[in-house]
């Protein structure tokens, strides 16, 4: 292929896709909802992340380095009483690694309530639904690709909508400089009418590293994400390497900019996150602290296994 058209392609469809949803807020949110226990520790800085089966809800070209059988499980204690978790497994072939994910989120239980506050029938609950079927390939030893296909459902009450998105991405990987490099379009594709509006998907394109410094037990990840609906993200973590079988996760990411943040005392760690990671030779197990300042706070917890 030649590398020239096709970054010319690439930069047309960045082009056409941001002056159709320039300004729009998109439906579908809960699809940039971190879901994984590992992800949020890191504050999301997942895309340059190699060998991950949770490239299932992040960059499929992760799918491309595992090596044999690898699944995931997490549970997410959102807030008020809202819940969520996840299931995924990959599997290695000498075609490649295919891979099948579901998500859920339980938003809870709301009154039927009219105009003035009365209450005019039974409770209603809300809820999300995401499937996600990927594929990822090692094409050289330092470089993968991948793409998911994804159905996502939204439902209130009597009310749904559907989309069908698709992700596509890379990894390059460098290990003489212990580097990896990440990137993709994520979220694409079309979705139903939500009673009678139709919202666009929060597509987006994320560009990332992860790299071990030299001589210190820190791993740094860092990624950018551009929002087609006209914002930008940013999200930076390290994980700081206790011992072979312990880690310990600090990152913060922009969304610390949407928060109130004028309050030093509640707000002061918003956007920010705490985790930790234990190896347990095949078995990992993962804990995250996300906090929304006044609001409260997420937890998230995970189990994952290779083989």
Request: hydrophobic share 40%; proline share 2%.
């Amino acid at each position: 292929m030649n590398l020239s058209r096709f970054a010319i392609g690439f930069l047309n469809l960045i082009f056409l896709i941001q002056v159709t949803y320039a300004g729009e807020r998109p439906g579908f949110a809960f699809l940039n909802t971190e879901m994984s226990a590992r992800g949020a520790a890191l504050s999301g800085a997942m895309v340059a992340k190699n060998g991950e089966v949770h490239g299932l809800f992040h960059n499929p070209a992760s799918l491309g380095g595992i090596e044999d059988l690898a699944w995931s499980t997490n549970y997410l204690n959102h807030l008020l009483d809202m819940g969520g978790g996840n299931l995924m497994i990959a599997k290695s072939t000498n075609k490649g690694s295919f891979g099948i994910g579901a998500a859920s989120i339980d938003y809870g239980t709301f009154e039927r309530l009219d105009d003035r506050g009365n209450n005019v029938g039974a409770d209603f609950v809300a809820s999300d639904l995401l499937l996600s079927f990927g594929y990822g390939y090692q094409i050289v030893s330092f470089l993968s690709v991948g793409a998911n296909l994804k159905w996502a459902s939204s439902n209130i009450d009597e009310y749904s909508a559907n989309a069908m998105v698709f992700d596509a991405g890379f990894v390059y990987e460098n290990s003489e400089l212990d580097l990896t490099i990440g990137g993709g379009i994520f979220n694409l594709g079309k979705s139903s009418a939500f009673v009678d509006t139709e919202d666009p998907l929060p597509t987006n394109y994320k560009l990332g590293l992860s790299k071990l410094l030299a001589h210190l037990p820190l791993r740094v990840n860092l990624e950018g994400t551009w929002l087609t609906y006209g914002n930008w993200k940013a999200a930076a973590s390290g994980e700081i390497m206790i011992s072979p079988n312990f880690n310990l996760v600090i990152g913060m990411n922009s969304n610390r900019l949407d928060l109130d943040t004028s309050s030093l005392g509640e707000d002061f760690f918003s956007g920010g996150s705490l985790g930790f990671g234990l190896n347990f030779d095949k078995w990992r197990v993962d804990y995250a602290l996300t906090s929304y300042g006044g609001a409260g706070s997420i937890q998230r917890f995970g189990v994952s296994s290779g083989f």
